[in-house]
């Protein structure tokens, strides 16, 4: 399965970036082979509007199933239902080893809708 990981860098050891839009990196994982690989999400963190729904087709195109993250405004969200994406949550900041790590242990619990308002940054 392809999970992408919200990141304040493009490693894995480092920690989750609690805002999907406004990432600053993503890191595209397959939970099986454990291959994984940062994308720089720098020109949908910078705009001025609709990061979040840009950011949701960037990772469509990466392929991803589902993300991880700590928060996913109302468009973003929509987007991501829309490209048939699922959004799990990391509650607190860990690193993106130790989401995927709990994702794959069914512990991340699965959005069934957004869980922030929209322009957070």
């Given at each position: 399965?392809?999970v ?41 963190m ?70 922030a ?5």
């Amino acid at each position: 399965m392809n999970v992408v990981i919200t990141s304040t860098s493009g490693n894995l050891a480092d920690p989750v970036d609690m805002h999907f839009g406004r990432a600053k990196y993503f890191i595209l994982a397959h939970t099986k082979t454990g291959q994984a690989t940062a994308h720089d999400n720098s020109p949908n963190m910078q705009a001025r509007q609709g990061a979040g729904i840009q950011s949701a087709e960037t990772v469509a195109k990466l392929g991803a199933e589902v993300v991880i993250t700590g928060s996913v405004g109302p468009k973003a969200y929509r987007a991501l239902q829309a490209a048939g994406i699922k959004v799990a949550l990391v509650e607190e900041v860990c690193s993106g080893t130790e989401a995927l790590r709990r994702f794959k242990a069914n512990e991340l619990p699965v959005l069934d809708k957004p869980n922030a308002e929209g322009h957070s940054f």
